[in-house]
């Protein structure tokens, strides 16, 4: 799922990235609102909040929500640098070092608020905007702009255009593409769900906090092992089968 691209990637691997990474994202949702009242996995309010203190001449104010904007723009263009740093090289995975990173700020926030008070919230809410951005640049590189994860407005704007669609089947004969399509951002929004109710209940009714974090870093560091194995046992398979073509010939002659 991370590392198929192109013509090579299927409805299935995108099923299958959207509803790990959509999950992490609701969980960083819920844990950053619940311990600083901020949105933490994208930046549509806090540019509400920006423009309404510099039209009020409050630049000052105004300048923590400019930080947020710049963090998740940050991490969206270091996540493709690292990609594009990566695709040159020849790498295999080009995806490993942004969801790496990911799961080490989502960790280090959740091991900092055991260590130490947090005194400067703004902060984490930064680091919480950065790793988003990285999540939301590389799955929608890796996906061809089919996911994002970090946002629901533009899903629901194009699930309610998609739904209307099927109601004309004569303009829009592709039906199955568009139920596929449909099915896609279901599953996104419904994980994204998913993610914020576990999230909540582990941060409110566990007393987990922060470390709720945690749970969202330990799944992205499965689905890269996961990924990673099955690619292995794959090329296994395949110099197997290579290896077992030449051997069969040889006994036929």
């Not at 299958?16 to 930046?43: D, E, H, M, P, Y």
């Not at 929608?140 to 089919?146: C, D, E, H, L, Q």
């Amino acid at each position: 799922m991370f590392r198929h691209q192109g013509k090579s990637r299927t409805l299935e691997h995108n099923l299958r990235i959207a509803t790990i990474l959509s999950f992490v994202a609701g969980i960083v949702n819920i844990t950053g609102f619940l311990s600083f009242k901020q949105l933490t996995t994208n930046v549509t309010g806090h540019f509400a909040l920006f423009i309404s203190d510099v039209a009020n001449f409050e630049f000052w104010k105004g300048t923590i929500y400019f930080l947020y904007i710049f963090s998740f723009l940050f991490g969206s263009f270091l996540s493709s640098f690292l990609i594009e740093t990566f695709r040159e090289n020849r790498k295999h995975n080009i995806f490993v070092l942004p969801t790496i990173i990911e799961a080490l700020i989502l960790t280090s926030i959740a091991i900092l608020s055991d260590v130490a008070v947090i005194r400067y919230p703004n902060l984490i809410i930064c680091l919480l905007l950065f790793s988003m951005g990285l999540q939301n640049s590389f799955v929608t590189k890796i996906s061809n702009a089919v996911v994002r994860t970090t946002h629901l407005t533009g899903l629901f704007t194009d699930l309610g255009i998609e739904l209307s669609q099927l109601l004309f089947p004569k303009s829009y004969p592709k039906r199955d593409k568009i139920k596929a399509t449909i099915k896609l951002r279901i599953y996104i929004i419904c994980f994204f769900f998913l993610g914020g109710i576990i999230g909540g209940f582990l941060y409110s009714s566990l007393g987990l906090k922060l470390n709720t974090l945690i749970l969202g870093a330990i799944v992205l560091l499965i689905s890269l092992f996961y990924d990673d194995l099955r690619y292995r046992l794959i090329i296994t398979n395949r110099k197997y089968k290579q290896k077992k073509k030449p051997n069969a010939i040889h006994k036929r002659s």
